[in-house]
């Protein structure tokens, strides 16, 4: 008798993004006339740019020549692409990460999911509340104690270690998704303090680094002292480099990060998720590694800031808008992610609706994240110029 | 204190094809003037074909312009694909397979590394030995009870199901790795109505399908009544298409494939599956997918039957060369593996260091695919014409 894995029964079924997905096509089956604006879902809107798709257009021609052609590489990721991500953190964040910590991978959300593998069931889970779903579900799904932090109004919506409970292992995601808040290296350092202190992990979402503009703001968490002993960082090409549909992203796991198995026995993390990785992956494609490597050349960089510039004008123009109306809101500056307050003390859903009956813009209702989310709003930047300026002029009409 | 998973701890350390690699590597800079042949690793050595190129450039070019510029795509595969694999199932098998039971995948290694997510770890896997490693390492790194069944000379390599066991999940390949055996349908039916009778789930990797010649072999394990109500079948497009670089699979889970958690819930397997994915997968790139896609056009599958016809005429020359020398083997019919017996009862090993220092022959010794595998060798038939006739030529000189 084959069973199936019962924690299953415990991951919230409705997806939030089916349900919005669902709704906005009922609205546009009954007024095919209007036209609806969405900044709900974090996708991109902006084409692959041509350092890339150049990139791509040579390593397609390469697959097609017996002589050029590439058949299985290493499941970590070619060394031209590991060595540039390497390069990549000396000059965005002057942090020093060898190519061997490097694994190239399918996208962040994968590798995400994916960690959870090379931990025991037995720890207890640390993750703010609102969230992306991921890190809630894939440790619902193997039946893991979770523990929330409330991120808030009063705390910015960037909670601080919680002095009473003692994680084993943390998620964080600076810039956050869905609040847009960032944390500084003095909140990152308290959060390394803590997990040094309790031998715990943390697995740090860094898919929004590129969005941060301030200086003074850490773009990686191994910018801490002490972070490579405690941290996996996850990055993404998605938002930076428009691959939400080309998928890859990469995950750096430090040589120096060890952790014991509950008998004892110390372990290299490193060599844990490399042999996962072997096991259960295969590799990206060598066209995409191209691509990927392209966005790491002076072109490719010149580019992706370029569509960076867009989009965070875009978040410009949101904020400019919520400020005149004096509604609360955190993001926008450092985050493609405004995270607004639903005016009038609506909850979450019934601002969803409102928007879309009254003025169609299709936005993400806060409480999908987390219940902290509840009675907020996140809008994205990703949008075109014009529409996020259409959309904005709609919300100021009845704001 | 985070925990490492100590089920690690139990995965063969040493993997085969690092330990070929290196032995390889010592030979060759030791003796820099033998032209080494390679037949161990199963990777091909054929371009990718040109109708396949054409849609890959033409997916780069639509990636480039805002208008025809994709984001995120379902995690399950675009429409276009699985409608063309669905099809592909009717031509190739006569079976019904729905888009919607279609799961696009980067590639059968992951499916099958990711599909023990979906299972309690309670179950009872049977694993045939010699196997492809994948299946027994990813449920070690589970902590699940493995039971082998035995596949030898006596049975040709295709065990039957034990009288005496009673498995939960069952892994079956055919055309086999490492051994090139096929089942016909008469075994296939005795595994299904064995898994019927036990509930069990039967996990069926056909990644070699397409060289199966003879019609009255079956292609699927759905063209056995009652398949669908026990089985999964993982597919690839690797060795069909030389997709070894470029990442694609699909997985099927048919609707009606439903099994119960221990406390009695019903649940549908392809739902379950769904949710793995939509959680910890973000599909394959679409760039990818449309390459995929004309791995099935009139072109498609010409260009890829004469890519296999050439892999199977290497399978034939090897074959013959065996034959001649009354070697015992199987496979290289339906197949592009040969396993043959190692002359002389040498174990495994000792004679892939006889090959690689004699004649300078790189194959897999049997014995890295399980205990059953001692004393047998696989040679692949992924080689080039001229090298397969070569390495025949100074096998035959040493035989």
Same mark, same amino acid.
């Given at each position: 008798?084959?069973?199936?894995?019962?924690?299953?029964?415990?991951?919230?079924?409705?997806? &939030?993004?089916?349900?919005?997905?669902?709704?906005?096509?009922?609205?546009?089956?009954?007024?095919?006339?209007?036209?609806?604006?969405?900044?709900?879902?974090g996708?991109?809107?902006?084409? &692959?740019?041509?350092?890339v798709c150049?990139?791509?257009?040579?390593?397609?021609?390469?697959?097609?020549?017996?002589?050029?052609?590439?058949?299985?590489?290493?499941?970590?990721?070619?060394?031209?692409?590991?060595?540039?991500?390497?390069k990549?953190?000396?000059?965005?964040?002057?942090?020093?990460?060898?190519?061997?910590?490097?694994?190239?991978?399918?996208?962040?959300?994968?590798?995400?999911?994916?960690?959870?593998?090379?931990f025991?069931?037995?720890?207890t889970?640390?993750?703010?509340?609102?969230?992306?779903?991921?890190?809630?579900?894939?440790?619902?799904?193997?039946?893991?104690k979770?523990?929330?932090?409330?991120?808030?109004?009063?705390?910015?919506?960037?909670?601080m270690?919680?002095?009473?409970?003692?994680?084993?292992?943390?998620? &964080?995601?600076?810039?956050?998704?869905?609040?847009?808040?960032?944390?500084?290296?003095?909140?990152?350092?308290?959060?390394?303090?803590?997990?040094?202190?309790?031998?715990?992990?943390?697995?740090?979402?860094?898919?929004?680094?590129?969005?941060?503009?301030?200086?003074?703001?850490?773009?990686?968490i191994?910018?801490?002292?002490?972070?490579?002993?405690?941290?996996?960082?996850? $990055?993404?090409?998605?938002?930076?480099?428009?691959?939400?549909?080309?998928?890859?992203?990469?995950?750096?796991?430090?040589?120096?990060?060890?952790? !014991?198995? !509950?008998?004892?026995?110390?372990?290299s993390?490193?060599?844990?998720?490399t042999?996962?990785?072997t096991?259960?992956?295969n590799?990206?494609?060598?066209?995409?590694?191209?691509?990927?490597?392209?966005?790491?050349?002076? !072109?490719?960089?010149?580019?992706?800031?370029?569509?960076?510039?867009?989009?965070?004008?875009?978040?410009?123009?949101?904020?400019?808008?919520?400020?005149?109306?004096?509604?609360?809101?955190?993001?926008?500056?450092?985050?493609?992610?405004i995270?607004? !307050?639903?005016?009038? $003390?609506?909850?979450?859903?019934?601002?969803?609706?409102?928007?879309?009956?009254?003025?169609?813009?299709?936005?993400?209702?806060?409480v999908?994240?987390?219940?902290?989310?509840?009675?907020?709003?996140?809008?994205?930047?990703?949008?075109?110029?014009?529409?996020?300026?259409?959309?904005?002029?709609?919300?100021?009409?009845?704001?």
């Amino acid at each position: 008798m084959a069973y199936t894995n019962n924690n299953y029964l415990n991951v919230n079924e409705s997806y &939030l993004f089916s349900t919005i997905a669902k709704k906005v096509s009922a609205f546009t089956a009954a007024h095919p006339d209007k036209k609806v604006i969405r900044m709900g879902i974090g996708d991109v809107t902006l084409p &692959l740019s041509d350092a890339v798709c150049k990139a791509m257009h040579k390593a397609v021609d390469e697959m097609n020549v017996k002589e050029t052609f590439r058949g299985y590489g290493p499941e970590q990721g070619y060394d031209f692409l590991r060595e540039a991500i390497s390069k990549y953190y000396m000059t965005n964040s002057s942090v020093v990460i060898d190519p061997s910590e490097v694994f190239v991978s399918d996208g962040a959300k994968s590798d995400l999911g994916n960690i959870t593998d090379i931990f025991s069931n037995d720890n207890t889970i640390l993750i703010p509340d609102p969230v992306y779903p991921v890190y809630v579900d894939s440790n619902v799904m193997l039946g893991r104690k979770i523990v929330y932090v409330d991120a808030s109004e009063e705390n910015d919506f960037l909670p601080m270690p919680p002095k009473d409970v003692k994680a084993d292992i943390i998620y &964080l995601c600076s810039p956050n998704n869905p609040t847009g808040a960032v944390y500084t290296k003095s909140h990152l350092k308290a959060w390394v303090e803590y997990a040094l202190s309790n031998d715990a992990i943390i697995l740090f979402d860094a898919a929004y680094e590129h969005f941060i503009g301030d200086k003074d703001l850490p773009r990686s968490i191994y910018e801490i002292d002490g972070a490579k002993k405690c941290a996996i960082e996850f $990055c993404s090409f998605s938002k930076t480099a428009g691959f939400t549909g080309t998928r890859c992203g990469y995950t750096i796991v430090p040589e120096v990060l060890k952790r !014991k198995t !509950k008998d004892g026995r110390e372990m290299s993390l490193r060599s844990m998720w490399t042999r996962r990785q072997t096991t259960k992956f295969n590799g990206v494609p060598y066209i995409i590694q191209r691509g990927a490597e392209a966005v790491f050349s002076e !072109k490719g960089q010149a580019q992706i800031d370029a569509a960076i510039n867009y989009y965070k004008e875009n978040a410009r123009i949101i904020a400019d808008t919520l400020s005149k109306k004096n509604v609360y809101f955190i993001g926008g500056i450092n985050s493609p992610y405004i995270w607004m !307050k639903c005016p009038g $003390c609506a909850s979450s859903w019934d601002f969803f609706d409102m928007l879309l009956e009254k003025i169609y813009v299709v936005g993400t209702p806060g409480v999908g994240f987390g219940k902290n989310g509840e009675g907020f709003f996140r809008l994205t930047a990703f949008s075109t110029k014009e529409n996020t300026t259409e959309a904005m002029e709609r919300l100021s009409s009845i704001l």
